[in-house]
C-alpha cells in the first residue's frame, strides 16, 4: 500500500508536519510505503478557472508541479492531508492546492484522468488549531470533508487537535498512540 502526506503548513517543524508524519509512522509500521510532500516547497499556482483541465485533452493549461503532486496521487491508494487552520480555515498553501484540484472534479469529464484516479482513494484530512474549543470551526470542517467527498476520495477520518496555543502537539503524549493508530487503521482496513 502506498499513502501520501500532504502537509499544507509553511512550518516544517510545526505541528500539522509533527501531526502527518505520525499519522504516516503508524502506517509505515504496517508495512505501508509512504512519501512526503510540503506544498509550501512545491511550485503551485492558483487556478486560472479557464476550465482547460475539463475542455481538452491537454489537461491544465499551468505546467507547475501540481502535475507530478496528481501523477503521485493518482498512484497512491490513501492520502494524509493537514492544514493548520488560519482565519477560520484552511492554510493559503492548502486553499491553492484544494482549489487546483478542480480539474479532479467529476473526472469522467477531464481526459486529463483516468476516471478511476480519486475514486475510493483513501483519505484522512487533518486540521489543528489554537483554540481548545473543538466545535468553533465544525462548520468549516464538515465543508472541506464534503468538498473532497465530492472529489470521491473515500474521507476515513477528520481528526481535528485544538489547544496548540498550549504547547506544541509533540509534547501532548495522549497524541503520539491516537495518531499512529490512525495510520495504521489506514493499511489494516
Request: net charge neutral.
Amino acid at each position: 500500500m502506498k499513502i501520501i502526506g500532504i502537509i499544507a503548513s509553511p512550518r516544517k517543524e510545526g505541528n500539522t508536519a509533527w501531526i502527518v508524519n505520525k499519522i504516516l509512522e503508524g502506517a509505515k509500521e504496517q508495512g505501508a510505503e509512504t512519501q512526503l510532500f510540503y506544498l509550501s516547497d512545491l511550485n503551485i499556482k492558483p487556478c486560472q478557472g479557464c476550465f482547460s483541465c475539463h475542455n481538452s485533452d491537454q489537461g491544465c493549461v499551468i505546467k507547475d508541479d501540481m502535475q507530478k503532486l496528481n501523477y503521485t496521487i493518482d498512484s497512491a491508494n490513501a492520502i494524509v492531508f493537514g492544514s493548520p487552520i488560519y482565519m477560520t480555515q484552511m492554510s493559503a498553501q492548502a486553499k491553492i492546492f484544494v482549489d487546483r484540484m478542480f480539474s479532479r472534479f467529476s473526472p469522467r469529464y477531464s481526459p486529463y484522468f483516468k476516471e478511476e484516479s480519486a475514486a475510493g482513494k483513501k483519505l484522512i484530512l487533518t486540521f489543528n488549531q489554537g483554540n481548545p474549543d473543538s466545535s468553533l470551526f465544525q462548520t468549516y470542517i464538515d465543508y472541506t470533508k464534503h468538498m473532497f467527498e465530492l472529489l470521491e476520495f473515500d474521507v476515513k477520518e477528520v481528526p481535528v487537535i485544538t489547544g496548540m496555543r498550549n504547547g506544541p502537539a509533540q509534547e501532548r503524549k495522549d497524541l503520539n498512540t491516537v495518531l499512529k493508530n490512525t495510520g495504521s487503521s489506514l493499511v489494516s482496513e
